[in-house]
């Protein structure tokens, strides 16, 4: 860039949307860098030089979801022909650059989701499945997480990482203040609802099952559990019956693939949730235009008996925290250890349609394995056997909070 000033200010405005910024000179270190990364997605940012060497060299790296070039000199580029499934544009100007990538961050945030299958049918080995693994993961972190502290310290510990995590960042500093001054227990279903520095973190902890963040955050992360079940009570109490919740996503053919060899089985979904109970919403969400032709909409369609699930599904009705509430739609948010059982996948009037229903059977699972367990061992907590099954998973730093 053409002056220090010029890549501060740079910088500055791309930490306002993204948590984190690196900067590369060389194309090797570049390339070294993002070869690096395995559960992160990488908005990719060149500058108009080289362009076409640097995309040539980061075709195949999977980690990249997204390519931008910034031409903030503004050469002149009408003969310059990008073919790159994943690049979204030129932008000369700064500004502009940034509001693309805003629209690409929401973007992914809708539909970035990892999901979790697991043969309810098959008998456990001694050393389990990753698949199985995974699966149980969710269902015992709720159980762990009521055993874990929570205090004014644990509070701090919490704060003090978000600040050095935002460090950079004076939009999300702010707001990080706030929760310190402000935040009360009964508000943290409301807080993570914000889609601030919370949102973000959980989000991307719950996904890579990022044990060491999620401590760090068990805090916040006890109490939103807490108002997840309060809510949940208020929708129980209310009768209100909901028979039918939508959710439009994107999946790549591979993920709709897999999503056809697991037919039958039972689905987690990496974190929380969130469904519509209009379908016309969820067909609209799935339909809106991708800058990448990689993604294929998929209207996900669950059917729900909130009566017959107890408290073996956890869900919150968010409407009542919406600026905008719509009294024909109620927004409803699954617990990140909810459970589905994989009816369909079938093309339906141009879309994908995956049909699932909730389930109790991933308490049904929890349980019979906290029992097998207890047969084999009878003084296993709860705690020694979540840390057993992380270091099933291969996470063997991560289980020592737990011995």
């Not at 969130?274 to 379908?279: D, E, F, G, K, V």
């Not at 209207?299 to 719509?326: D, G, M, R, Y």
Request: hydrophobic content about 40%; charged content about 25%; overall charge negative.
């Amino acid at each position: 860039m053409n002056s220090n000033n010029h890549v501060e200010q740079t910088k500055k405005q791309l930490r306002q949307i993204i948590d984190y910024v690196i900067f590369h000179t060389q194309l090797e270190s570049c390339i070294t860098f993002i070869q690096s990364i395995h559960n992160e997605k990488i908005f990719f940012i060149s500058s108009i030089y080289d362009a076409l060497q640097i995309l040539s060299h980061i075709k195949n790296l999977s980690q990249i979801d997204s390519i931008f070039v910034f031409n903030w000199e503004k050469v002149d580029h009408k003969n310059l022909v990008l073919n790159h499934s994943r690049f979204i544009g030129i932008y000369d100007e700064l500004d502009l650059l940034c509001v693309s990538i805003q629209e690409q961050v929401d973007y992914l945030d809708q539909h970035l989701h990892i999901f979790s299958f697991f043969d309810q049918n098959e008998h456990w080995a001694k050393d389990l499945s990753k698949q199985t693994a995974d699966f149980l993961w969710f269902q015992l972190y709720h159980d762990v997480l009521f055993q874990l502290t929570h205090n004014e310290e644990a509070k701090q510990e919490l704060i003090d990482a978000c600040r050095s995590y935002y460090r950079d960042n004076a939009k999300e500093l702010q707001m990080i203040k706030k929760f310190e001054n402000e935040y009360r227990s009964e508000e943290a279903l409301q807080w993570y609802l914000k889609k601030s520095f919370l949102h973000k973190i959980i989000n991307k902890a719950l996904r890579t099952k990022d044990f060491d963040q999620l401590d760090t955050f068990r805090y916040f992360m006890r109490d939103l559990t807490k108002n997840f079940v309060q809510e949940h009570q208020k929708k129980v109490q209310s009768g209100k019956e909901i028979r039918f919740l939508y959710r439009g996503i994107k999946l790549t053919s591979d993920e709709i693939e897999k999503f056809k060899e697991n037919t039958g089985k039972l689905v987690s979904i990496n974190g929380f949730f969130t469904t519509s109970s209009l379908r016309s919403t969820s067909l609209n969400q799935a339909m809106k235009p991708s800058r990448t032709n990689d993604f294929i909409p998929v209207l996900l369609e669950i059917q729900f008996n909130l009566q017959n699930l107890s408290n073996s599904a956890i869900v919150a009705n968010t409407v009542h925290f919406s600026k905008l509430p719509c009294e024909e739609q109620e927004d409803i948010i699954f617990d990140s250890n909810a459970t589905f059982r994989l009816e369909s996948v079938k093309m339906e009037d141009d879309i994908w349609l995956i049909q699932m229903i909730a389930s109790n059977e991933g308490q049904i699972i929890k349980d019979k394995y906290i029992k097998d367990s207890h047969r084999q061992m009878e003084d296993l907590s709860i705690k020694i056997l979540f840390g057993r099954l992380m270091c099933d998973m291969g996470q063997w730093d991560q289980s020592q909070h737990f011995f």
